[in-house]
């Protein structure tokens, strides 16, 4: 099965510039997340939906980060403006809903974005 | 505090040696813990999962152990090799309220030296 596809791969904005991130899921999986990885760190939830419903949302800066995800398939994070603090790796991962949380997230290869 | 703790921040062994990685959580209620793979410049990989009721599991080279009464879990890698280099991060997910949530830890760094 393709993976989940993230672009671009790498993203250099000048500060107060917007930017915006796209991620196409696996398949068939119905709950996606948007991750923000610092440089040694583990990620930190952003976003989560289930279909085309955000149902966590509580840790997205919502006063300059924005998430869509249309139809319940792909997903665009976008940032405006951006900070030189928003420099990081934005992951996305997808997996099948189960009320256990048993399935493994799947993730695709992130966007580094450095703000200069 | 992170209620996930890994240990150590990183390590370096010389290739065909052994290592064991740490991770000390406190989430509750437990539901899973998993090991992720995550190599320079790509996303977490999916090594194993533990539920409450297991206490070791392999898959292949890597072991993973888990004693939900000490809440603790470790990641044994055999016979190293140097596409081990790579972060290894201890992943918790619990109950809460409404469904479950997902606690990374801060990865360990790996460092596999021929």
């Known amino acids: 099965e393709a993976g989940v596809v993230q672009s671009p791969r790498y993203k250099i904005i000048e500060k107060k510039q917007p930017v915006a991130f796209w991620c196409n899921p696996i398949?068939?999986?119905?709950?996606l997340y948007w991750y923000r990885q610092n440089l040694g760190q583990g990620p930190e939830l952003l976003i989560r939906?289930?279909?085309?419903?955000?149902?966590?949302d509580s840790q997205l800066p919502k006063d300059r980060f924005s998430a869509e995800r249309l139809k319940g398939v792909d997903s665009t994070l976008k940032i405006q403006p951006a900070e030189l603090g928003d420099s990081a790796v934005y992951l996305c991962?997808?997996?099948?809903?189960?009320?256990?949380?048993?399935?493994?997230?799947?993730f695709g290869n992130g966007t580094r974005l450095t703000v200069t | 505090k992170n209620q996930v703790e890994q240990s150590p921040q990183s390590l370096i062994i010389l290739e065909g040696k052994n290592c064991t990685l740490q991770?000390?959580?406190?989430?509750?209620?437990?539901?899973?813990l998993r090991w992720y793979k995550q190599d320079t410049g790509r996303g977490p990989v999916s090594l194993t999962i533990?539920?409450?009721?297991?206490n070791t599991k392999s898959n292949g080279r890597y072991t993973a152990t888990l004693d939900a009464d000490t809440k603790q879990s470790s990641l044994h890698i055999t016979a190293s090799q140097l596409s081990d280099s790579a972060s290894y991060i201890c992943?918790?997910?619990?109950?809460?309220?409404?469904?479950?949530?997902?606690?990374f830890g801060a990865g360990t760094r790996l460092f596999v030296k021929a």
């Open positions: 991962a997808s997996s099948l809903a189960n009320g256990q949380g048993l399935p493994p997230l799947h």
């Open positions: 398949s068939g999986h119905n709950t």
């Open positions: 939906y289930e279909n085309e419903e955000a149902v966590d």
């Open positions: 991770c000390n959580y406190t989430v509750s209620p437990f539901s899973n």
């Open positions: 533990m539920t409450f009721s297991e």
């Open positions: 992943v918790v997910r619990g109950f809460n309220t409404g469904g479950f949530k997902t606690i």
